[in-house]
């Protein structure tokens, strides 16, 4: 049974459908957002794909409190919403307290719960009284049944446009793991889950200028695998020049490799669409 259709902007997801999400980690600048956005824009109508535009307004949980962490939420939402009126896609950032809701609301098509806040209560109920759509991240600490704990909180709002979004399991030390069996648990949720490759490939506890800090080249095999095992969408940052980019640098995929990716991913779907619920 293939998940709900969620209508986020001017697109929907689920529904057997397969979907992008895609965007630099953080917003640079306003060239830099409209640049990428009309990029992936390109890209995904040349494919066929339905786009949701990422990027944060503030990326609260970086290592060190001397890195870049974003333009913040005036600033942000600004771009965000120039990017959403000359490009005419829909846009998702992260929203991390209850007091940003109202303002992102405003902007945003999609509103994210992040994955090392995705326990918190009054985050998540916020975020579903907004009546915009929601992207939940799964946390690295959850395993796969525990999405369940935001789920319920947002849907308790009578709010069920949600999205689930698989990012990798903490694994000891240091380390993250994809286990295709979660993308299997997730989907008996019933709501849309999307493969975020570029975090999974990520190693916790690292900055964005250490060289060790991402596995960039387990993006195109994890991405396959992950649309095999059967997922609504990936969610993929990218970036024209990612080893200068201001946060993750390590681990985004390199803007000119984004249509390759997606090409690949969107024929691995078309094989496989129906079979995961067999």
């Not at 409209?34 to 794909?49: K, N, P, Q, Y």
């Not at 069920?160 to 008996?188: H, K, N, W």
């Not at 690292?206 to 649309?227: E, H, K, M, N, Q």
Request: charged share 25%; glycine share 8%; hydrophobic share 40%.
């Amino acid at each position: 049974m293939a998940a709900r259709e969620i209508q986020i902007g001017n697109v929907t997801v689920g529904g057997g459908k397969f979907a992008v999400i895609a965007g630099p980690c953080v917003i640079e600048s306003e060239e830099l957002a409209l640049a990428t956005a009309r990029h992936a824009a390109e890209v995904c109508a040349e494919l066929g794909l339905p786009l949701l535009y990422k990027s944060s307004y503030l990326k609260d949980n970086r290592s060190s409190h001397e890195t870049y962490q974003g333009t913040g939420p005036e600033e942000g939402l600004r771009i965000l919403a120039k990017v959403r009126e000359h490009v005419g896609v829909p846009v998702l950032s992260d929203v991390h307290t209850p007091a940003e809701v109202p303002a992102a609301a405003e902007v945003l098509d999609c509103v994210q719960l992040p994955a090392y806040l995705s326990k918190q209560t009054q985050l998540a109920l916020a975020l579903g009284e907004a009546g915009k759509p929601v992207n939940v991240k799964k946390a690295q600490f959850f395993k796969p049944e525990q999405i369940a704990v935001p789920l319920r909180k947002i849907e308790s709002t009578g709010n069920r446009r949600i999205i689930v979004t698989e990012r990798g399991t903490a694994f000891g030390y240091g380390d993250l793991v994809f286990d295709p069996r979660s993308l299997v648990t997730l989907r008996r949720f019933g709501y849309p889950v999307f493969f975020d490759v570029t975090h999974v490939v990520r190693l916790p506890g690292t900055t964005s200028d250490d060289p060790a800090g991402g596995l960039r080249d387990y993006i195109f095999p994890l991405a396959r695998a992950a649309v095999g095992a059967g997922v609504d969408g990936l969610f993929v940052e990218f970036h024209p020049e990612p080893d200068r980019a201001l946060c993750d640098a390590t681990s985004m995929l390199p803007q000119e490799r984004l249509s390759e990716l997606l090409a690949q991913c969107a024929e691995i779907h078309e094989r496989v669409k129906g079979w995961a619920d067999k």
